[in-house]
């Protein structure tokens, strides 16, 4: 698949998961066979505000507002942002007190904007329905280093939706294409989307607002299944993905449910030119391995196994190789060393996590490692035979020391 002049070899993707896909967790997947991944969702006014801190120049120490606590100074909202804001200072001490907990010297945008080198190419996720305020995020020059600009239209979270952001563009389809109009003509980079089905309980405006996206020179929509009344109940909507396939130009990426060979069939045979994998990939990073092993295994007609052979006619028609169009200067991305399967033991799954902490520990202080690394440890071992026991252990860590030596006794 391509996006503009980025192509993909593989077409599985990483979703972006606000708290959980850290740089490393991300750059474990893409060593593993993801081809792409994504920040997790920032705010396109916090960047903007992030910096306004950084420029002194704009400090006005006299005003007692602060944007991000929702007492919003609407001067803010209707003026040049960055010539204007004069609601700085109380700001400035709502940042202080987030990054108090951090010990190294990175600002909290500069940790969710972090990326690794394995990371390439990578897209920044960005939320936000104020058209302004999305202008002057991606003109940022902390937003440069990416390859791709994702805008957020599926977040069903309430704090999200009741600022008008997220899924809740969902409401008000004119807005949403504004939005990534505004996006689009603020960048030379490519912009994509990741939306869900609508926002009622069963509606379905997929189509409408894809049309409107690629309208609007959006280079690709990622669909994820659902409504954001259904947040993650129900059952994926395969049909309502290939339909949204069939009526694009556009790429378009399937998301939803996929954790194992048969979730990633099921996608694959909606024809989207891509898949994305969110929670099938907590405490296996590895999965993206194995949906490639199995994708091979598929294409293989000579498969002795009889079901991959099936597999194999339908997907042979759904499989093109969309590599053979690249032009000259495109850029083809192909961890070349993944197409091996990878004999998942309990040593190197030990090895994984503890890369995992490892990286983490570049950018992260101790303290955010051991609270978000306790998350993901109970993921590392869900599918134990002792999960119960360990998981008992893993969320009582107090230090990356502890983590380690527990990890030396479960992974054995
Ligand atoms: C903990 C968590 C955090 C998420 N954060 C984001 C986010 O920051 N941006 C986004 O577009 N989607 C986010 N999502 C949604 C996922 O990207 C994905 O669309 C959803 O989980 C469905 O895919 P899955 O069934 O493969 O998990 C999040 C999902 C989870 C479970």
Redesign the pocket.
């Known amino acids: 698949m391509k996006i503009d002049k980025l192509n993909f070899k593989h077409n599985l993707f990483l979703?972006?998961?606000?708290?959980?896909t850290d740089f490393a967790f991300r750059s474990l997947a893409r060593e593993m066979g993801a081809d792409f991944s994504y920040t997790?969702?920032v705010s396109a006014k916090g960047l903007v505000f992030n910096q306004l801190k950084t420029n002194k120049k704009l400090l006005d120490k006299n005003l007692n507002t602060c944007f991000n606590c929702d007492n919003s100074n609407d001067l803010c909202k209707n003026n040049d942002i960055l010539d204007n804001c004069q609601n700085f200072s109380l700001l400035n001490s709502c940042f202080d007190e987030e990054n108090s907990s951090l010990e190294k010297n990175l600002t909290e945008y500069e940790k969710m904007l972090y990326t690794s080198k394995l990371e390439n190419p990578v897209a920044v996720?960005i939320f936000g329905s104020d058209a302004e305020f999305m202008e002057k995020a991606v003109k940022l020059q902390q937003l440069q280093k990416f390859d791709i600009i994702d805008i957020?239209m599926?977040?069903p979270a309430p704090k999200i939706v009741k600022n008008g952001d997220g899924s809740a563009l969902l409401k008000d389809l004119k807005k949403a294409v504004d939005v990534a109009n505004a996006v689009v003509k603020s960048t030379t980079k490519p912009v994509t989307v990741?939306m869900r089905l609508g926002f009622g309980a069963d509606e379905n405006k997929s189509v409408e607002l894809g049309r409107m996206l690629q309208d609007v020179g959006v280079s690709a929509v990622c669909i994820?299944g659902r409504t954001r009344e259904q947040f993650?109940s129900g059952k994926?909507n395969f049909e309502a993905i290939a339909t949204l396939k069939s009526k694009l130009n556009i790429p378009v990426i399937g998301?939803?449910?996929?954790f194992d060979d048969a979730s990633y069939f099921d996608m694959l045979k909606t024809g989207v030119d891509a898949v994305?994998?969110?929670?099938?990939a907590l405490g296996k990073p590895w999965i993206f391995n194995q949906l490639l092993h199995f994708k091979k295994l598929c294409k293989n007609k000579n498969n002795e196994n009889k079901q991959l052979n099936t597999h194999y006619d339908e997907l042979d028609n759904i499989l093109i190789n969309k590599n053979l169009d690249k032009q000259k200067d495109d850029v083809c991305y192909d961890n070349s060393n993944l197409i091996n399967k990878i004999d998942i033991t309990s040593s190197f799954k030990k090895e994984i996590i503890k890369k995992h902490i490892s990286m983490l520990q570049k950018v992260y202080s101790e303290k955010f490692i051991v609270t978000h690394m306790r998350k993901h440890l109970l993921w590392y071992v869900k599918e134990m035979p002792d999960a119960t026991k360990y998981r008992l252990q893993l969320c009582k860590i107090n230090s990356v020391k502890e983590a380690l030596i527990l990890l030396d006794q479960i992974f054995i």
């Open positions: 979703a972006p998961m606000a708290g959980v997790e969702m996720q957020n599926g977040c990741k994820h993650y994926v998301n939803g449910d996929v994305m994998v969110g929670r099938g």
